[in-house]
């Protein structure tokens, strides 16, 4: 399937975890895809970027467009999170989470519109269950995330007639690099890795393959009549009510 021919995508956090698995799906389906963070990509183009600077992300941007000549997609899949509560985190680090998490997208979103525009693209962000939800210390992930999430519909308002679409996905608990560390990290790693499936009604956690064709899907034509909405990826976490 080559949904993506002749097409061009531009994955932030593109380098490893969800942002890969996505940049190699749209490869795969015949996309140029690129990928930006502050690293260069070992595997795929790659442009370096601070996303919480306004001028670099717009250089960025055009530095893709005047590559490979158009952008058709865009995703917004660079994230970070902290853990702290709100009365122990300080102003920096509540302004850095909101920078990746949400400013990123917006500056992402305000520097490729024109593009997206004359293409007729589709914008896809990825936010997090914890945008409808929170795990306990994760105050601005949540906010940053929720944040996102009311981007998404507002870009996919705002934009709509010119033909740009913007959607959203709310992965849960998936199998990345990072999540890996968090387990090797707790107290008991191999008893965290066999109860985690049991919090989903599916029995077991996410892949990032699962992830990324969801955004495939949405930033394809067959998704044309889809924007301004957020789509749960988690195995059923959310619907699953605790015990009595």
């Not at 996505?22 to 015949?30: C, H, Q, T, V, Y």
């Not at 944040?147 to 996905?169: M, Q």
Request: hydrophobic share 40%.
């Amino acid at each position: 399937m080559n949904r993506f021919e002749h097409r061009v995508a531009l994955v932030t956090g593109g380098r490893s975890g969800i942002g890969r698995a996505i940049a190699r799906r749209l490869r795969s389906e015949g996309a140029d895809v690129c990928t930006a963070q502050r690293r260069a990509d070992d595997e795929l183009p790659s442009v370096a970027i601070d996303l919480a600077d306004p001028a670099d992300v717009e250089s960025a941007v055009a530095e893709v467009v005047e590559r490979f000549g158009r952008l058709d997609v865009l995703v917004n899949c660079a994230g970070m999170m902290q853990e702290a509560k709100v009365e122990d985190m300080s102003v920096e680090d509540w302004k850095r989470s909101l920078d990746v998490n949400l400013t990123g997208p917006f500056l992402m979103i305000r520097a490729a519109l024109p593009h997206l525009r004359a293409a007729g693209g589709s914008i896809v962000n990825v936010g997090s269950i914890e945008g409808l939800g929170s795990n306990p210390g994760h105050a601005a992930y949540s906010a940053a995330k929720s944040g996102l999430h009311g981007l998404t519909r507002a870009v996919a308002v705002d934009h709509g007639r010119e033909g740009v679409r913007c959607n959203a996905i709310a992965p849960g608990w998936i199998d990345t690099e990072l999540n890996d560390e968090f387990i090797d990290s707790s107290p008991d790693p191999m008893r965290f890795r066999r109860e985690i499936g049991g919090i989903h009604p599916v029995g077991r956690s996410g892949r990032p393959e699962e992830v990324a064709a969801l955004v495939a899907f949405l930033a394809a034509d067959e998704a044309a009549f889809v924007t301004g909405q957020v789509y749960t990826v988690d195995g059923g976490r959310m619907t699953q009510l605790n015990l009595p």
